[in-house]
Every structure is written in C-alpha cells, then in structure tokens.
C-alpha cells in the first residue's frame, strides 16, 4: 500500500506542473483541496457526521491543515521552474529538519550521530541547489522552504496524534486548505474547459486516495519499518519527470539525492534502533 501511494503520488506533481503551463500556481492548489474535500466527504460524514467539524484542539488542527497548505502552496510553485525530481528532492529534507527542530518542541533526545547525519543531509540539498553558481534558481529556494513549513506541520501531527480518527483528521486538514484557498481563488481564476475540471478532479482524488493508503499502511505496519521506503517516492518521481518532461536529473543533483536520501534513512534507523533497545522487554514494566 505504501509502494502504491507513493507510485501515485508522483503523478498528481506531474498533473500539476503540466496545469501549470496555464494556471497561476494558487488556482491550482484551489483545485487539490477543494476536490480533495469532496472526494473525501461521502466517505467521512456518514461515519462522523458533523463531529468531523468540530475535532480535539480545534486551533492547532486549524494550524497544522495551514501549514501542509502553504508546504503545498511553496511545492506547486517551485514545480512550475524546476524538474519534478528537484523539487521533490528537495522537499523531501523535512525529516532531516524535524529531526533538528524535534527536541526544542517535542523534547526528543538528540544524539551527535543524528545531528551530524542530518547536517549532511541538508549539505546534499546544497547540491542540488548550488547557490553561486551559474545553474542556480530562485526557485530552489521556495522547494526548500517547503521542507521547513511541512517539517512543522509534522511536529503538530506529532503534537496532535491519538487525538483524533486518522479520517477525520484528512479531511479537516482538506476542508482548512479549501475553506482558505477559495476567497483568493477568484483574483486568480482562469476560465476552465472540461479537461481542465478533469485535471483538477484528478489531482484531488489522488491526493485522497494516496493519502489514505498511507494511512492504512501506517495503521498495519510500524513507522520504522516503513519510513525508509518512503525514498521510492522519489525513484516514482524521476521515472514520470523522463517521461511527461524528458527531465533527468545531472550528475550533481542525483549526488544531491543520494546523500539526502542516505542521511534520511540512517536517521530513521538510528532512531528505530535506540528505540528497540530503550523499549521494555515483554511483560516487564516500564522503568524496571
């Protein structure tokens, strides 16, 4: 399910940099959460009712659902000028910066080796970036920015988790993107023909069936398991960028890739690995 989540996913980034061609980038992200919350409607509301309106610590979900909509606001923008494969590499440090943010607002522990991993990882984002040099776009910068507001929309998951039902919490976060998307929608509106009403669809249903496969794998398998194959998500993304664009990735940003990729993954494991052994083994109390 995780493999197929992240298999579609990409092609919701590709649906959107093609609409972008004639789409100012908010009018797009108008799109994915507005259909995103209908898609999601006549699954959530008769199960919850009105209740899916009203969810625990009303103003932090409020917060969190705006800031996956500015991550997504600053990633549709930055696709516009960059490669699918940049952009989501870039994007793709927030588990690095989470895990030099976590302790200051979670009061997770901090090892050296994760700090020092992380600091690595974020080198690799300099690669891809390299400011100063002659290939170097603004854009970049919006891509990796994108990793720090989705760094703090994971905190408040974190922050926020138990809370609520995984469903309710999915679509209120959709309805926070829509209710705020649509006053700003029309200053930016372009006439739409039915293709471009399908496109929108399709990004919206994709973004709600991808995300509720990730739910369902998180529900049955643990994080530290799953985590690390979370990176395929940009093997999907480099195959479909050849494909719709004929991007490929140069030598420096696929080092760039590697090295974000191969810091994330030790930090999970690292973190998996510490947990294992901090963890009680079974039948004896916490503490003993």
Excluded at 139 to 165: C, D, E, H, N, W
Excluded at 193 to 205: E, K, P, R, S, V
Excluded at 230 to 241: K, R
Excluded at 257 to 269: H, N, P
Aim: proline share 7%.
């Amino acid at each position: 399910m995780l493999l197929l989540a992240f298999t579609i996913l990409p092609v919701l980034d590709g649906i959107a940099k093609l609409m972008g061609e004639r789409f100012h980038p908010l009018h797009i992200t108008w799109g994915r959460y507005a259909f995103n919350m209908l898609v999601l409607m006549p699954i959530v509301l008769p199960r919850f009712g009105w209740r899916v309106l009203t969810p625990p610590r009303f103003w932090l979900q409020v917060v969190r659902g705006a800031c996956l909509l500015g991550a997504t606001l600053l990633f549709f923008t930055a696709l516009m000028h960059l490669t699918m494969a940049e952009t989501l590499a870039l994007a793709f440090v927030y588990p690095l910066i989470v895990t030099l943010i976590a302790p200051a607002l979670l009061g997770e522990r901090l090892s050296g080796a994760k700090i020092l991993a992380a600091l690595i990882g974020l080198s690799g984002a300099l690669l891809i970036i390299r400011p100063g040099a002659a290939v170097f776009q603004p854009a970049s910068l919006l891509a990796f920015s994108t990793a720090f507001v989705f760094s703090v929309y994971i905190i408040l998951t974190r922050k926020l988790a138990g809370l609520a039902p995984h469903l309710q919490s999915l679509f209120f976060t959709a309805l926070v993107g829509a209710v705020l998307m649509t006053p700003i929608a029309p200053f930016v509106w372009q006439p739409l023909g039915w293709l471009d009403w399908l496109g929108f669809a399709a990004i919206g249903t994709i973004a709600a069936v991808g995300h509720l496969l990730l739910l369902r794998a998180y529900e049955q398998a643990p994080a530290s398991v799953l985590a690390p194959l979370g990176y395929f998500e940009i093997v999907s993304t480099v195959a479909l960028g050849w494909l719709l664009f004929g991007d490929l990735p140069d030598v420096w940003t696929w080092t760039g890739i590697l090295v974000i990729v191969a810091s994330g993954v030790f930090v999970t494991l690292w973190t998996s690995e510490r947990a294992s052994r901090l963890a009680p083994r079974a039948g004896q109390p916490a503490g003993g």
